[in-house]
């Protein structure tokens, strides 16, 4: 039986214009991708370089499944590690200047994994826009939680003052924010934290691949990142699925043993590892890609911003247009959707009270005629919808 409250529920979403639903897409990932039938140019996917229906990709996941088989057997610590963990691992870990490095099944994973694995006490200094797997995380470890001001430094070394005595102490903050396309300023953030004794664990998942010449937030400030903990994905810029670790070498020790999403989970498949070591090749080896995202950005951020949307000038694809209240972003998303351009409507609790969005993104695989067909649109909409209704 259906207890009364589960319709109660839904009902008041749909109140609230705050019900989430789900497209299917028939086809590979892409700029353009097929939706009931007809293609719409995407601007909402995280496949930022493109890689995500790239034909190495594909080889690549072959590849492993015609050696490896299609599974891995088992968690990590009973018989699931196989030598494609861990040369992904050291590659993974030179690619981003750590030490070492550990896979995990997702960056929601990671995240948490970290948090709980590594602060059973002490206290998190957590930015107040942190992913919600870092608030998740937060809230598993048994750790004292104080949150900062975001991106706001000076608040952030008042709370290591008044916690100078804690026993351990880690900062905690996004590298790029997933909603609203800014950076952390980490090269403060890590002078702070060396001044004050704490850990600085970075979630580097719309930084890889994206700045920094794609090695994320540390390598963008020039910062040393071997004392880091950098947490970065495999299924955002590099087309592939899963996230890591990167860290010194005893960090990792302990997550092996401590880290509960690790641990109590099978471990990434073939198909995956092939897939995840091909799309690390091509960052590699074409740097190309990264200047095209960076070309696409800054078109798509010189074109809203001529057209009068208060635009920041961060160097990321992420784009976020705010509307205010939810009846509108959804309306402004419907009416794109309309003329085949699919820009996805964030509300809360993804994002603060009164800043529903669409939330634009960009791709290196977008075309110029993509993005000023976006723009085009978007100027459209604000002309004939200019307020809150």
């Known amino acids: 039986m259906i207890p009364p ?19 299917l897409i028939d086809g ?12 719409v140019i995407c601007f909402s996917s995280n496949d930022y370089l493109g890689l995500a229906a790239h034909p190495q990709l594909a080889q690549g996941a072959r590849d492993a499944v015609a050696h490896w088989g299609s599974g891995s057997g088992a968690s990590r610590l009973i018989t ?3 030598a494609l963990h861990e040369r992904l691992e050291a590659k993974l870990a030179t690619f981003k200047g750590a030490e070492t490095a550990l896979l995990f099944g997702t960056g929601y994973q990671a995240n948490v994994g970290v948090l709980q694995g590594l602060m059973s006490e002490g ?14 995380g937060c809230r598993l470890a048994r750790a004292t939680v104080r949150v900062y001001a975001h991106g706001d430094v000076e608040a952030l070394v008042r709370l290591l003052r008044d916690h100078h005595a804690a026993p351990r102490k880690m900062i905690v903050t996004d590298g ?27 979630d580097d998942a719309h930084a890889t691949g994206v700045i920094g010449e794609g090695r994320g937030t540390a390598h963008h400030f020039g910062l040393d990142p071997s004392a880091l903990i950098q947490m970065g994905t495999l299924g955002k810029a590099l087309g592939s699925f899963g996230a890591f670790v990167a860290c010194p070498s005893p960090v990792r020790d302990l997550l092996v043993t401590r880290a509960r999403s690790f641990v109590y989970t099978t471990s990434p498949p073939p198909a995956v590892l092939g897939a995840s ?4 090749r091509l960052v590699v080896s074409e740097p190309g890609r990264i200047a095209l995202l960076a070309s696409n950005t800054a078109r798509l951020r010189a074109g809203l911003k001529a057209l009068g949307f208060p635009v920041h000038q961060h160097p ?14 959804l309306r402004w998303s419907e009416r794109l959707w309309e003329q085949g351009l699919w820009v996805q409507a964030i509300r809360p609790p993804t994002v603060p009270e009164g800043t529903a969005r669409l ?31």
Not at 15 to 22: I, P, V
Not at 316 to 329: M, Y
Not at 371 to 388: K, T, V
């Open 5 to 23: 409250w589960v319709q109660q529920d839904l009902d008041s979403l749909d109140a609230a214009k705050a019900r989430r639903e789900l497209r």
């Open 28 to 39: 590979p990932v892409g700029p353009v991708v097929r939706v009931d039938g007809r293609d």
């Open 80 to 82: 699931g590690t196989l």
């Open 123 to 136: 206290v998190i200094f957590s930015d107040a826009l942190n992913h919600a797997s870092i608030v998740d």
């Open 176 to 202: 790029v924010f997933s909603m609203d396309g800014d950076i952390a300023p980490l090269d403060r953030i890590v002078t702070a934290a060396e001044e004050h004794g704490a850990m600085v664990f970075v």
């Open 277 to 280: 070591a091909a799309a690390l």
């Open 316 to 329: 990321t694809p992420i784009v976020p247009v705010v509307l205010g209240g939810n009846a509108r972003a």
């Open 359 to 389: 939330r634009v993104t960009v791709s290196a695989a977008h075309h110029v005629q993509h993005i000023d067909q976006l723009c085009a649109a978007l100027a459209e909409l604000a002309a004939s919808d200019p307020e809150e209704a």
